[in-house]
T-cell receptor, first 114, second 113 residues
C-alpha cells in the first residue's frame, strides 16, 4: 500500500527560529494536507494543497505541493511556544479508484523552547 | 458553525464486549470517514461514507463496522473487543466526495481492559 515518509520525527528549536518538515511518498497524490495535533485532541487542518507546484500560506505557515506530486513541505517561520505539537502530512488519492481516504505520515513532534 | 462532534470522549470496555461510537459531522457535510490512531501504527483509515453508502474500507477485520444515517451522522461499532483495539478513534467530515478538506473531531479514547 501507499507509504508516507515524514521527516524529521522530532525537532527541538528555540523560539523565533524557522522550522521545515517534509513528506515523501512512493505514490502520486492529488491532494496534500497538513494537520497539527495537540495532546488529547483531534488533528486540526492547517493547509490544503491541490495542484503540483502550488505554494500556499496560512499566517506563519507555508506549504508546497511538490512538482512530482510525491512530496510536500511545510515551513513555519518565527516559531512561538504555541506551535508545539505534532504535525502530520496526509495525502489523498485521485478519483480513479474512488479513493478519497487520507494516508498519513507518522508525524513530526515539534518542541519550542521559549 | 459547530465542528465535528464525537461521543463519548472516553470509554473503558472489557475484552469481548462491543462498543458503538458516534460522530456528528459539520452541518452541511455529507462525507464522513473514520480513523484509528495508535502510538505504534499512527493514523489508519477505517471507513468512508457518503449518502449512507460505504465508499471505501480500510484493512481492518470484520469486527469493525460502521454506518451512516440520512442526516449524515455516523456510527462505528467494534465487536468482540481485543486489547489491541485500545486507541483514539477519530471521525472526520468533508463537504462532499472528493472535496479534499477533511475536518476532524476530538476523537473517542477507547481503552480495552
Amino acid at each position: 500500500g501507499q507509504q508516507l515518509n515524514q521527516s524529521p520525527q522530532s525537532m527541538f528549536i528555540q523560539e523565533g527560529e524557522d522550522v521545515s518538515m517534509n513528506c515523501t511518498s512512493s505514490s502520486i497524490f492529488n491532494t496534500w494536507l497538513w494537520y497539527k495535533q495537540d495532546p488529547g485532541e483531534g488533528p486540526v487542518l492547517l493547509i490544503a494543497l491541490y495542484k503540483a507546484g502550488e505554494l500556499t500560506s496560512n499566517g506563519r505557515l507555508t506549504a508546497q505541493f511538490g512538482i512530482t506530486r510525491k512530496d510536500s513541505f511545510l515551513n513555519i517561520s518565527a516559531s512561538i511556544p504555541s506551535d508545539v505539537g505534532i504535525y502530520f502530512c496526509a495525502g489523498q488519492g485521485n478519483s480513479g479508484g474512488s479513493n478519497y481516504k487520507l494516508t498519513f505520515g507518522k508525524g513530526t513532534l515539534l518542541t519550542v523552547n521559549p | 458553525k459547530a465542528g465535528v462532534t464525537q461521543t463519548p470522549r472516553y470509554l473503558i470496555k472489557t475484552r469481548g464486549q462491543q462498543v458503538t461510537l458516534s460522530c456528528s459531522p459539520i452541518s452541511g457535510h455529507r462525507s464522513v470517514s473514520w480513523y484509528q490512531q495508535t502510538p505504534g501504527q499512527g493514523l489508519q483509515f477505517l471507513f468512508e461514507y457518503f449518502s449512507e453508502t460505504q465508499r471505501n474500507k480500510g484493512n481492518f477485520p470484520g469486527r469493525f463496522s460502521g454506518r451512516q444515517f440520512s442526516n449524515s451522522r455516523s456510527e462505528m461499532n467494534v465487536s468482540t473487543l481485543e486489547l489491541g483495539d485500545s486507541a483514539l478513534y477519530l471521525c472526520a467530515s468533508s463537504l462532499a466526495v472528493g472535496q479534499g478538506k477533511w475536518f476532524f473531531g476530538q476523537g473517542t479514547r477507547l481503552t480495552v481492559v
